[in-house]
């Protein structure tokens, strides 16, 4: 017998794990995270999330309290153009990037995911684990025993080396990196940006809350990559690039990292799933790591809680594979362009994405490719199927609401302007909505990541709308906003 049953075991405790966990305690399934480290990182590894990010964790309303905290800058990061993208006018509710700690994210990610009722096993290692048709056994240590866990499916979160991919024999296809470089939060005298020594190259200089970030290139790496990083190499090869001795002090953080680009050749091997990291690995280009590792678990959490539940119509679970590889198969896509961009200062090619990058509409186009908020998950038909759903303004009762909030429960909603949809009532959360009418639709149908299924022109009644809710939601009864199944 195991020693622990479970819907789903998470495996790895970052971004996506914390948001996969608590989407799916959302949607009513048992959640369990185990995380090899007994306690999160004194270190933080990312500083921003993107217009995208925000605009998705606004569905569940956690997007506010960050805003709140974080600073905002008008555009979107990218390397190897000479001016920002902007965001005003992108398709997006924030247009601006929130510059926060990825620590902080966690935090609120994880009280949240908490609360929702899954169970983080911190200090706990997967170190194995077998699946057969109706679910997952794992062997996980915490350092001093091992343990079993049963779970229905298993959710591999945790990371580029992911066990859990290895494990499962997926495959990770790409290329191996050409070049590394070293990355160190350290205290020291250079002022912030870009300082060059003699021979042109640069150590980079990132301003961080009472230190700062050096980046700068690796002459000679190790022929293990892994190798740690130490304070003494990060000062040889700062020195080198400067040509000069700056001292670097009190040391944070210090890693490796390359240009290398990988995507798991599937993100669904039986019971077994992959996001983040695990799926994908990609040159640090556009500060996207964390965001599209949101991304994916948003994707796949209502996804895999439906299933769970078996409410899921056929075929729900492989969408995920479907929708996100392909967004993965982007995103290795632009990261890796915008590297070459960088390395091909005088090339032609080079010269005409910088003048595209300078016409506002080139530039608008460029931020919402690199932040992906040009992701449509359906394209053709109306402009808004399959895309994000904006988040409107509506009155619900007679009372003010957004679009976005009636989407913090994580279910299905149909939005309903003219009354004729009440009869759907029995299948899906039927909300009568006024304003809609004003962006000529009669019924708009919400996936529970607020992506839309479906929409309703005027005079064409529910044409479509069967076939979308069997598709998107099943034949399982509506549950009330807020509900619990």
């Known amino acids: 017998m195991p020693d ?25 399934v048992r959640a369990t995270i185990v995380e090899r480290h007994p306690e999160r990182p004194p270190y933080c590894r990312g500083f921003n999330l993107n217009a995208r990010a925000l605009d998705l964790l606004a569905r569940r309303g956690l997007a506010e309290g960050l805003v709140a905290e974080g600073h905002q800058v008008p555009h979107a990061p990218v390397t190897g153009l000479p001016g920002p993208l902007l965001l005003d006018g992108a398709a997006t509710d924030h247009p601006f990037s929130l510059g926060i700690p990825q620590t902080r994210v966690e935090e609120v990610l994880e009280a949240w995911a908490v609360d929702l009722g899954a169970e983080i096993l911190r200090g706990h290692e997967l170190r194995s684990f077998t699946q057969d048709a109706d679910g997952v056994t794992t062997l996980v240590h915490n350092g001093q025993f091992g343990r079993t866990i049963r779970a229905r499916y298993l959710a591999g979160c945790d990371g580029g080396r992911s066990t859990v991919r290895k494990q499962a024999g997926i495959g990770f296809p790409g290329v191996d990196a050409r070049w590394f470089a070293l990355l160190g939060d350290v205290e020291c005298e250079l002022p912030y940006g870009p300082s060059a020594g003699p021979d042109g190259r640069a150590v980079f200089v990132i301003p961080r809350p009472g230190y700062v970030r050096i980046v700068v290139r690796e002459d000679d790496p190790p022929a293990d990559k892994d190798t740690p990083v130490t304070l003494e190499r990060l000062q040889a090869q700062v020195d080198t690039v400067l040509g000069r001795h700056v001292e670097l002090r009190a040391p944070r953080w210090l890693s490796r990292f390359g240009d290398a680009a990988r995507l798991a050749s599937q993100y669904r091997s039986g019971r077994v799933l992959l996001a983040g990291d695990a799926a994908h690995i990609h040159p640090p280009a556009g500060a996207i790591g964390v965001n599209v590792a949101l991304d994916d678990a948003f994707n796949l959490g209502w996804k895999l809680a439906a299933t769970a539940r078996g409410t899921a119509p056929e075929g729900l679970l492989d969408t995920y594979h479907e929708e996100r590889h392909a967004a993965g198969e982007r995103i290795l896509a632009n990261t890796r362009a915008q590297v070459a961009l960088e390395e091909a200062a005088g090339e032609p090619w080079a010269d005409l994405m910088r003048r595209v990058a300078a016409h506002p509409a080139g530039n608008r186009a460029l ?57 759907w009532s029995g ?59």
């Open 4 to 28: 622990l049953e479970t819907d789903v075991l998470v495996a790895g405790a970052g971004p996506a794990g914390l948001l996969l966990a608590a989407e799916l305690a959302l949607g009513g």
């Open 367 to 423: 931020a919402e490719i690199i932040t992906g908020l040009d992701a449509c998950y359906e394209p053709g038909g109306h402009p808004w199927l399959g895309r994000l759903a904006p988040d409107v303004p509506l009155q619900v009762g007679g009372a003010e609401t957004t679009l976005a909030a009636l989407l913090h429960a994580g279910r299905p909603v149909l939005l309903d302007s003219t009354g004729s949809l009440a009869s």
């Open 427 to 485: 299948v899906v959360e039927v909300v009568r909505a006024e304003g809609l009418s004003t962006l000529d639709f009669e019924g708009v149908l919400l996936r529970p990541d607020g992506h839309v299924a479906w929409v309703g022109t005027p005079g064409a009644g529910d044409e479509g709308l069967a076939e979308a809710v069997g598709r998107w939601i099943g034949a399982a009864p509506a549950l009330p906003l807020g509900g619990v199944p």
